[in-house]
């Protein structure tokens, strides 16, 4: 008489399948949730520099210069320039501010050494873009000019934001470089920032200065809690259905 055999159970596929995926779904969960960790600590240490040189006294531009040149952050450093407005060569930027459309007012100072720097001098309603509308704004003399300073643009932020609208003198972004051509001033003699001017009253009103907000999101710890909790997640529902299976 032949004795029967008896094969171990076969293990069904889903379990390999399993095995494999749970320890690699684990480690890459596990890993979005240390880099939300390092990006959290990245953006702590910025918005802390930004707190920082956006309540420092004011510098000149020379100052602002010296940091460019030794790739230095100016973003949002606080600075004064003194010149002469050219309100001739006024550029506008389409904007909100309030709830309210309208245009913010970058206008050319002409400083004693013969450079131009562009300042955004706030914003004016939509229906008082062109300068005619709004005599009171435009200054004579000289002007000193406190606010912060902000980067340069070497091109358009995303594909959705629209094309600038030259013949229109309207900006969606803050092509420098246009904005210099348009004004007939010569490229090598226009610094290469901005300066956002600060809420100091002006005659009439406008433009409204101090329109610039520093409101840069920090969202990473909770993006960090989402994947540490999803890779817990994972290893209770594989316990469980481990100790099931035992069962």
């Avoid at 890993?31 to 702590?44: D, F, H, N, P």
């Amino acid at each position: 008489m032949v004795e029967a055999t008896h094969k171990a159970p076969r293990t069904p596929a889903r379990v390999w399948i399993a095995i494999v995926l749970v320890p690699a779904a684990l480690v890459v969960l596990a890993a979005l949730g240390t880099w939300q960790v390092q990006r959290l600590i990245w953006k702590e240490n910025l918005l802390a520099a930004i707190e920082q040189r956006s309540q420092a006294e004011p510098v000149g531009l020379p100052e602002i210069q010296s940091a460019l040149a030794a790739s230095e952050p100016i973003e949002y450093r606080t600075a004064f320039a003194v010149g002469r407005f050219l309100n001739a060569g006024e550029q506008h930027f389409f904007a909100t501010f309030n709830g309210q459309s309208g245009f913010y007012v970058y206008t050319p100072l002409e400083l004693a050494d013969g450079r131009f720097l562009f300042v955004n001098r706030g914003f004016v309603p939509y229906d008082l873009k062109e300068p005619a509308t709004r005599p009171e704004s435009l200054l004579e003399g000289e002007q000193r000019i406190n606010g912060l300073a902000r980067e340069k643009l070497e091109q358009k932020p995303s594909m959705v934001v629209p094309d600038n609208d030259e013949q229109a003198n309207i900006y969606y972004w803050k092509d420098l470089d246009l904005m210099a051509a348009r004004a007939g001033l010569p490229a090598d003699k226009v610094l290469p920032f901005f300066l956002d001017a600060d809420a100091t009253p002006v005659p009439g009103g406008l433009p409204r200065g101090g329109v610039t907000v520093i409101d840069l999101p920090n969202n990473h710890l909770q993006y960090a809690i989402t994947w540490y909790g999803l890779a817990l997640a994972l290893v209770a529902v594989s316990l469980f259905a481990w100790l099931r299976r035992k069962s």
